[in-house]
């Protein structure tokens, strides 16, 4: 990627992986990263399954992670066909590196408590919502079909979400604290969402994606309706940013997925 | 919890904490009745619809939701059942059996 990438070097500089070596169709890659969200943030959702406040909001966050794992099952799936080396919506979800996944930094965060899951849930809701949305006029028909179907489940995500944040920011002083507290601490992981690279141009000038940028201020605009209704201050956005769409994630992925890859890995091709 | 004058050690009953209790009805597909599903707890109405769809739509159940908070629901006493229900019981001419149907009503 040789796009503006801000701060590099105000990252950690660790060890990199090496970037697959065969040539990667860019909509597979593309693919991956709208797949790669749904699937990590559906994985996040479950570990609240038996956890959640009350029995009700346990079927609510369930619910929702269901249909996130079954948006990522299509985009892998598609993702698989694209890319021709015989991978399937399993192998992809299974058996890919932490560096392979190409989800926003977002998603991999930490649940923390039920606030900080839905202010990360609001964040996410509306910028899928945003793409979703646009992507339904995709000029890749199969792509279009599965946005046009996310759509609707996604609609409702965000009004659950919504209707959350507004209770818990307008709610009681220490609720209102909690949440203003997880946005400030998730908030410099949203700046990834709408910074666009050579991937994102590459699909909007080929009519596949929509421009990024216009993604961007219809989330911000969504966002700003959001904080006001629930009397939660946005924070100012920070210089650097994250990108685990590019594969440079957060400590918190390579964890998640060792409990998430566990069973593949430990019988690899298990079924059941 | 703040103290307040009916609490002063800050401490109140479960039942204070919870959310209030709502009678849920679906409707099944568009020209049938809402019937009684079950009950939820939720904070206030919204939640309530919410609820309802996350709990009892979820295997396409259903096309509308009522949702009733219990409280205001007026039922009939356990204890009155005998005078309310009993004198029903030998009346069986109330039921619509004794009539011979002419064979040209098709649709009855």
């Known amino acids: 990627m040789s796009a503006a990438a801000p701060d590099r070097g105000a990252r950690a500089a660790g060890p ?16 991956l990263r709208l797949g790669d969200l749904a699937l990590v943030l559906g994985q996040r959702l479950g570990e609240w399954v038996g956890h959640a406040p009350v029995l009700e909001e346990d079927l609510g966050l369930a619910n929702i992670a269901l249909d996130l794992i079954g948006q990522a099952r299509l985009l892998l799936a598609y993702a698989g066909e694209v890319e021709g080396r015989g991978r399937g919506e399993d192998d992809l979800a299974f058996s890919r590196q932490h560096a392979e996944y190409l989800n926003p930094t977002l998603a991999e965060q930490p649940n923390g408590d039920f606030g900080e899951t839905i202010v990360r849930q609001v964040m996410l809701d509306a910028f899928q919502l945003e793409l979703y949305e646009r992507l339904a006029s995709s000029r890749d028909e199969h792509l279009a079909a599965i946005a046009a179907k996310a759509v609707k489940e996604t609609r409702y995500h965000l009004r659950y979400s919504s209707s959350w944040l507004v209770r818990l920011g307008d709610g009681t002083a220490e609720s209102h604290a909690r949440v203003q507290a997880a946005l400030e601490r998730l908030w ?33 605009k969504r966002i700003d309706e959001i904080l006001a209704e629930a009397t939660l201050e946005r924070p100012r956005d920070r210089p650097y940013t994250w990108f685990g769409k590019r594969g440079e994630h957060s400590e918190h992925l390579g964890y998640m997925l060792a409990e998430m890859q566990y069973l593949q890995r430990a019988y690899p091709g298990a079924q059941w | 919890m703040e103290p307040d004058s ?103």
């Open chain 1, 16 to 31: 990199r992986e090496a970037p697959p070596p065969l040539v990667v169709p860019p909509l597979f890659r593309y693919l």
């Open chain 1, 188 to 220: 410099p992981y949203t700046v990834e969402l709408g910074v666009e690279d050579e991937l994102d141009r590459d699909m909007a000038e080929r009519g596949i994606a929509p421009r990024l940028a216009d993604v961007r201020t219809a989330w911000s």
């Open chain 2, 6 to 108: 009916k609490h002063p050690d800050g401490k109140r009953p479960e039942s204070e904490h919870e959310w209030p209790l709502f009678e849920i009805f679906i409707r099944a597909r568009g020209g049938l009745d809402h019937k009684h599903v079950g009950s939820l707890h939720a904070a206030d109405a919204r939640m309530a619809i919410e609820h309802a769809r996350d709990l009892y739509t979820r295997r396409q159940e259903g096309v509308s939701i009522w949702a009733v908070r219990s409280v205001d629901i007026v039922a009939s006493d356990p204890q009155d059942a005998e005078s309310l229900f009993e004198p029903a019981r030998d009346k069986i001419y109330r039921h619509p059996t004794f009539y011979q149907i002419p064979d040209e009503v098709k649709t009855l």
